[in-house]
């Protein structure tokens, strides 16, 4: 059984910071790329940032704000949140893509959600 674990996320202000972590544990192969979306009430669930095979992809919301990271050893994946907007508001979901053994095609992961809300 794979499970995708997160932490942090919370209530900050216009302009503060936060850091999401996301720990993927159980048995699986491989782990091919990991990253982080996020659903806004009313709204569909859209990419923020990832990475797949050591390249990092941001969304244009996520660019020069938010940077992504990986711990191969730690099977973890981590975001950086700076200078939050008030539209940034949303929860936020960690995703993977890994296979379960070798030679397996990958399949898609998701954590349980965390809520980000930015508020003065």
């Known amino acids: 059984q794979v499970q995708l674990v997160q932490s942090g996320g919370g209530l900050v202000q216009p302009g503060e910071s936060l850091t999401l972590s996301c720990v993927a544990s159980?048995?699986?192969?491989?782990?091919?790329?990991m990253g982080w979306f996020r659903q806004a009430p009313g709204k569909q669930r859209e990419l923020v940032a990832r990475i797949i095979s050591g390249s990092s992809e941001y969304a244009e919301p996520a660019k020069g704000r938010f940077t992504i990271s990986r711990d191969k050893a730690q099977n973890a994946v981590y975001l950086q949140m700076n200078s939050l907007k008030i539209e940034d508001t949303a929860i936020y979901f960690c995703n993977a893509q890994l296979s379960r053994r070798f030679r397996e095609a990958a399949v898609e992961y998701w954590g349980q959600g965390t809520q980000v809300t930015v508020s003065s």
């Open positions: 159980g048995n699986f192969f491989e782990i091919y790329g």
